[in-house]
């Protein structure tokens, strides 16, 4: 396995988790730039999770090494890759729905960042400028007092990419964003992921090829653990093993 260093944001190398035996992850290697919106597909089972389990470090890996900014996460504790910049968003939202939009945000916005009581005037305004900020990007910006539970269901899944966004990650992880979403909504969320990679690169779990075409640089098509393709949009499309196993039924 290769020591040096890479331009790339994330490099994973060699990656395999065994579950009893059963290799989810197998011998997996990619490799995501900056500002890149990468979109794993991929038929049920094929691994997806279990890989953002593994770079989020939910999952401890088998084998294999995962590079984010040359530092090597497989060695590191959850929180630790959190504040090292990847932030990740599960597939069931975990909003706390009895608090309003901005309390949302606001308790989501690192910690420990202003050392001196002294700062605390200063810092308050910073975070009422980066809620704000986040709140517009969501399409939040009218509801900022709304229950979060009153929300769409798309609107929740807004906000809590807007929770992740106030940590201001360089690697953003969403498993299956715009699942139950509207066709309003998706197209509201592909603006969003386009807006967001302006400063940082985002992976992205989804099975819509639609919405797949239209955010993807970058497609990686698992099966069984493993890459079967790798490309645009355009060229999984009509790559024959990506049609035979994933998109042919
Ligand atoms: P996908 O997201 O592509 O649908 P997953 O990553 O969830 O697939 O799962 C890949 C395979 O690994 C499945 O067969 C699943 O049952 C298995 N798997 C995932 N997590 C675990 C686990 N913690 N223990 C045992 N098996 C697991
Ligand atoms: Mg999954």
């Given at each position: 396995?290769s020591?040096?260093n890479?331009d790339?944001?994330?490099?994973?190398?060699?990656?395999?988790?065994s579950?009893?035996?059963?290799?989810?992850?197998?011998?997996?290697?990619?490799?995501?730039?900056?500002?890149?919106?990468?979109?794993?597909?991929?038929?049920?089972?094929?691994?997806k999770?279990?890989?953002?389990?593994?770079?989020?470090?939910?999952?401890?890996?088998?084998?294999?090494?995962i590079?984010?900014?040359?530092?090597?996460?497989t060695?590191?504790?959850?929180?630790?890759?959190?504040?090292a910049?990847?932030?990740?968003?599960?597939?069931t939202?975990?909003?706390?729905?009895?608090?309003?939009v901005?309390?949302?945000?606001?308790?989501?916005?690192?910690?420990?960042?202003?050392?001196?009581?002294?700062l605390?005037?200063?810092?308050?305004?910073?975070?009422?400028n980066?809620?704000?900020?986040?709140?517009?990007?969501?399409?939040?910006?009218?509801?900022?007092?709304?229950?979060?539970?009153?929300?769409?269901?798309?609107?929740?899944?807004?906000?809590?990419?807007g929770?992740?966004?106030?940590?201001?990650?360089?690697?953003?992880?969403?498993?299956?964003?715009?699942a139950?979403?509207?066709?309003?909504?998706?197209?509201?969320?592909?603006?969003?992921?386009?807006?967001?990679?302006?400063?940082?690169?985002v992976?992205?779990?989804?099975?819509?090829?639609?919405?797949?075409?239209?955010?993807?640089?970058?497609?990686?098509?698992?099966?069984?653990?493993?890459i079967?393709?790798?490309?645009?949009?355009?060229?999984?499309?009509?790559?024959?093993k990506?049609i035979?196993?994933?998109?042919?039924?």
């Open positions: 396995m020591s040096s890479t790339f944001v994330l490099a994973v190398e060699g990656l395999t988790v579950f009893d035996g059963f290799k989810a992850v197998n011998d997996l290697s990619f490799y995501v730039d900056k500002n890149e919106i990468r979109v794993i597909v991929g038929p049920n089972g094929a691994g999770t279990t890989v953002l389990d593994l770079i989020c470090g939910r999952t401890k890996s088998t084998e294999g090494s590079k984010f900014r040359n530092r090597e996460l060695k590191m504790k959850e929180h630790q890759i959190v504040r910049g990847v932030g990740r968003k599960f597939q939202p975990s909003i706390y729905g009895d608090l309003s901005f309390e949302n945000l606001e308790i989501s916005f690192p910690r420990g960042r202003s050392v001196f009581g002294a605390v005037f200063k810092r308050d305004a910073e975070v009422l980066r809620v704000d900020e986040v709140a517009d990007m969501i399409f939040l910006k009218d509801l900022l007092h709304t229950r979060a539970d009153l929300l769409s269901h798309g609107q929740k899944q807004w906000l809590e990419i929770m992740l966004l106030i940590q201001d990650p360089e690697l953003l992880m969403l498993d299956e964003p715009v139950g979403m509207s066709v309003a909504e998706r197209r509201k969320t592909a603006e969003l992921l386009r807006r967001i990679t302006k400063d940082r690169s992976i992205v779990i989804e099975h819509d090829m639609q919405f797949v075409a239209e955010i993807a640089d970058k497609v990686t098509v698992l099966h069984q653990g493993k079967l393709a790798e490309g645009t949009a355009e060229d999984v499309k009509k790559d024959e990506v035979e196993v994933y998109l042919g039924h």
